[in-house]
C-alpha cells in the first residue's frame, strides 16, 4: 500500500498559512474583543442596571461628565451613557438586519446568476445599475422616497449592498464550477442542485464572510449618516446618529453629547474592519486591501 | 461515410457510435474536434483510444457520458447504447446513466476530490443520486464493500479522511470505487487514468482495471496517449488523429504491424532498450496537428507523413477501410508502405 497522507500538508503550504495566521491573529483578536465589549455592554447592562434613555430631567440638562453622570447629560438632562447603551441596540440591531438580508438575498442572487446564464444577464445588470450610483447618495434617494424608519434604513443598506455579495457570489460560482472535482461528481450522476449546494457554494463562503464583515461596518455608518440627516429612525429612538445630530447645537457648550457616540461609532466601525481584515487575510491573503466599499 | 468505422466485432456490441460529430464554435467557424466518428466497442472487451493531446479522444468520452464542456456540443450522429440512444435522452436521464450503467474514472485524482468533504461522503454521495432508497446504512456497508474490492485498506478509517490524507494511487482507488460503487456498470470510461501517477502506482492501477474488468464483467475504454498503458491492458485498439479514427486493430496486431505511418510514428517515439547510440535523441512525429477549423481535403496527418504523396493524399480524406479481420486503416498508401518502410530501414542501417 502506498503511504498515505505523504503530501498532507507540504511545509511551504503550512508555513504560509502559518504566517496569514500570525497575520491575521491580533487583528481578529483586537477588533472580536472591542465588538464583543461594545455588543455584550449593549445588551447585559439594562439588565443589570436600571437604564432610562427617555427620562427628561431639566435639571439635569447639559451637565458634563462627572462621578454622577459618567458621560453626562444632553440638553433634555437624559444620560448620555444610557442612550449611548441603547442607541447601541438600534445601531447594531439595523446594521445586523441589513447584514442578514443581504447575506440570504446576496447568496440567492448570486447562486442565480452564477448558474443561469438569462438570470445572469438580468440580475448583472441590476447590481450594475445600482453600482453606479455613489452609494450613500442613493441611500439618501430611498429613504427620502420611502420616509424615515429603521426598517428602510435596513432595506437601504440590503439594496446598496447586495450588489457585492452578488458578484463574490457569482464569481466563485464560475470559477469552481468547473473544477475538475465538480467534473467529476458530475460525471458520476450527481444532480446540478446539490452540485451547486454541497460543492461549489461553500467554496464562497469565506470571501462572503469577509464582505459581509466590512458590510456591517459600513451598515453601522449608513445609518449613522443617514440619522444625521433626520433620515434614519425618527427620534426620539436614541440611535447614535439621532444623537449626533441632535448634538450638533452644543457642539461648543457641550461637546461630550457628540463626542461619546462618535467614539462609539468609530470604534465599532473599527473593530469590524479590523476582523474583516483578519478574515480576509484567512480567506485569501492575495486579496489585501481589495475588499469592502 | 456511415458505419465505415464499425468493426465486425466477435461478440455483440454494447455501445455504438455512429457518425457521432462534436464540434466546437470558434471565431473562424466552428470546429470538430470529433469528426463523423464511427466505432463499436464488444462488450466485455478493454478498448484502448490513443492519439496526442487534441486529438478528441477525451471530447469523445465526455460525449459519451454527455459531459461535452458548453459552447461546445454533440451535434450529430448517435450513440447506442444496449440499443438506446443516448444523443436523444434528456439530461435528466443522461445523468441517471453517469455514475450508474456507464461510470468515467477522471483524469486527474489529485484534484477530483472536493477537498473540503470527507471521502465517505464523496463516496455515497454517488449512491444518494442513484440509489436514493438505500439508507445510511446500506450506503456505507456498499462504500466498504466497493472499497475493499478496490484495494484499499483500512476502508473504515478512509471513509472519515479527507483527500489531502491520501496519496495519490489511493485517490485513483477512491475515484473507481466512486465508478463501481453502484455495482451495475457495464460501462468504465477511464481518461488518462494513470497519467498523474508515478509508473509503479500506474502498473497497480492498469492490473486493478483488468481484474475488475472481468469480475465486474464490464467493458472498458481506456483513454490514454501512453501506448504502453494500451500494450499492457486493451484488447482493441483505436489510434485518434484529429477527430478521425485512423487506425483500429486488435492489440498485438497493431503493435506487430502498424499499418497507418501515424501509428507508426508513435511506436516509433516509444524509448527502446539496446536503440542504437547514434540516435541519441527520442523519436518525435515533426509537426502538429492541423487547424480543425479548416480541415484539409485529405489526409489529416498529410502534412507531418513521411510517406505523403501529393496529389493523391492531399486530395480526399481517405476513408476507414477494412484491411484484414478486424482491423481498419485510414490512408490512401497503407497497401504500399510495409514495402516503402522495410526498404527505408534497410536503407538506414
Not at chain 2, 475515484?175 to 460501462?187: E, F, N, R, S
Not at chain 2, 484488447?235 to 478521425?244: T, W
Not at chain 2, 482491423?327 to 534497410?346: D, K
Amino acid at each position: 500500500m502506498t503511504p498515505a497522507a505523504a503530501e498532507a500538508t507540504t511545509p511551504s503550504t503550512a508555513r504560509s498559512a502559518l504566517r496569514a495566521i500570525r497575520r491575521a491573529g491580533p487583528m481578529l483578536l483586537s477588533g472580536g474583543t472591542v465588538l464583543a465589549l461594545v455588543v455584550l455592554a449593549s445588551l447585559f447592562v439594562p439588565l443589570l442596571v436600571e437604564i432610562d434613555p427617555l427620562g427628561i430631567d431639566v435639571a439635569q440638562k447639559l451637565l458634563p461628565p462627572s462621578a454622577e453622570h459618567w458621560l453626562g447629560t444632553d440638553e433634555f438632562g437624559r444620560e448620555v451613557l444610557d442612550r449611548l447603551i441603547i442607541g447601541a441596540h438600534i445601531s447594531l440591531r439595523v446594521a445586523f438586519a441589513a447584514t442578514l438580508l443581504t447575506a440570504v438575498l446576496g447568496i440567492a442572487l448570486g447562486a442565480l446568476s452564477g448558474q443561469y446564464r438569462l438570470a445572469d444577464s438580468i440580475i448583472g445588470r441590476f447590481s450594475d445599475a445600482l453600482l453606479v450610483f455613489p452609494g450613500f447618495v442613493l441611500a439618501i434617494m430611498i429613504l427620502a422616497a420611502l420616509g424615515p424608519s429603521e426598517l428602510n434604513v435596513v432595506l437601504a443598506v440590503v439594496v446598496l449592498y447586495v450588489p457585492r455579495v452578488i458578484r463574490t457570489v457569482r464569481a466563485s460560482i464560475i470559477e469552481f464550477r468547473s473544477a475538475d472535482f465538480v467534473q467529476a461528481a458530475r460525471a458520476v450522476g450527481v444532480g446540478d442542485m446539490r452540485l451547486l449546494v454541497v460543492h461549489i457554494l461553500p467554496k464562497s463562503f469565506g470571501p462572503v464572510m469577509v464582505q459581509l464583515t466590512f458590510g456591517f461596518a459600513w451598515a453601522i455608518l449608513v445609518e449613522a449618516g443617514l440619522s444625521f440627516l433626520g433620515l434614519g429612525p425618527p427620534p426620539p429612538s436614541p440611535s447614535w446618529g439621532n444623537m449626533i445630530s441632535a448634538a450638533r447645537e452644543f457642539i461648543r457648550t457641550a461637546p461630550w453629547i457628540m463626542i461619546a457616540p462618535g467614539v462609539m461609532i468609530t470604534i465599532t466601525v473599527l473593530s469590524l474592519n479590523l476582523i474583516g481584515d483578519g478574515l480576509r487575510d484567512l480567506v485569501d491573503p492575495r486579496l489585501q486591501g481589495k475588499v469592502g466599499p | 461515410m456511415s458505419r465505415q468505422g464499425v468493426a465486425p466485432g466477435a461478440g455483440e456490441p454494447v455501445l455504438q457510435l455512429e457518425g457521432v460529430e462534436v464540434r466546437f464554435p470558434s471565431p473562424h467557424g466552428s470546429f470538430a474536434v470529433v469528426d463523423r466518428l464511427s466505432l463499436s466497442v464488444t462488450r466485455g472487451e478493454i478498448l484502448g483510444v490513443v492519439g496526442e493531446s487534441g486529438c478528441g479522444k477525451s471530447m469523445l468520452a465526455r460525449s459519451i457520458v454527455g459531459l461535452v464542456p458548453p459552447p461546445g456540443r454533440t451535434v450529430g450522429g448517435a450513440i447506442l447504447f444496449d440499443g438506446v440512444d443516448l444523443v436523444r435522452l434528456s439530461p435528466d436521464e443522461r445523468r441517471r446513466i453517469r455514475g450508474d450503467a456507464i461510470a468515467v474514472v477522471p483524469q486527474e485524482p489529485m484534484t477530483s476530490l472536493n477537498p473540503t468533504l470527507r471521502i465517505g461522503d464523496q463516496l455515497t454521495e454517488v449512491l444518494r443520486a442513484h440509489r436514493p432508497e438505500m439508507s445510511r446504512s446500506q450506503r456505507r456497508a456498499r462504500a466498504l464493500e466497493v472499497m475493499e474490492q478496490v484495494g484499499i485498506q483500512f476502508a473504515g478509517q478512509r471513509l472519515a479522511q479527507y483527500p489531502h490524507e491520501l496519496s495519490g494511487g489511493m485517490r485513483q482507488r477512491v475515484m473507481i470505487a466512486m465508478a463501481l460503487i453502484c455495482g451495475a456498470v457495464k460501462l468504465l470510461i477511464a481518461d488518462e487514468p494513470t497519467t498523474a501517477l508515478d509508473v509503479t502506482i500506474q502498473a497497480q492501477i492498469l492490473e486493478l482495471f483488468v481484474r475488475l474488468q472481468s469480475e465486474e464483467q464490464m467493458t472498458v475504454i481506456l483513454i490514454t496517449h501512453d501506448l504502453a498503458v494500451v500494450a499492457q491492458t486493451a484488447h482493441r485498439v483505436a489510434v485518434m488523429y484529429a477527430g478521425c479514427i485512423v487506425e483500429l486493430a486488435p492489440v498485438l496486431d497493431l503493435f506487430d504491424a502498424p499499418l497507418h505511418p501515424y501509428t507508426r510514428g508513435l511506436l516509433e517515439t516509444l524509448p527502446r532498450r539496446g536503440a542504437s547510440a547514434s540516435k541519441s535523441h527520442l523519436a518525435t512525429i515533426a509537426g502538429a496537428v492541423p487547424d480543425l477549423a479548416r480541415p484539409p481535403a485529405g489526409c489529416r496527418f498529410f502534412n507531418r507523413c513521411p510517406h505523403a504523396l501529393a496529389g493523391i493524399c492531399d486530395a480526399a480524406l481517405p476513408a476507414l477501410e477494412p484491411v484484414a479481420d478486424e482491423r481498419w486503416v485510414r490512408c490512401h498508401r497503407w497497401r504500399e508502405l510495409p514495402a516503402v518502410a522495410a526498404a527505408a530501414v534497410g536503407a538506414a542501417s
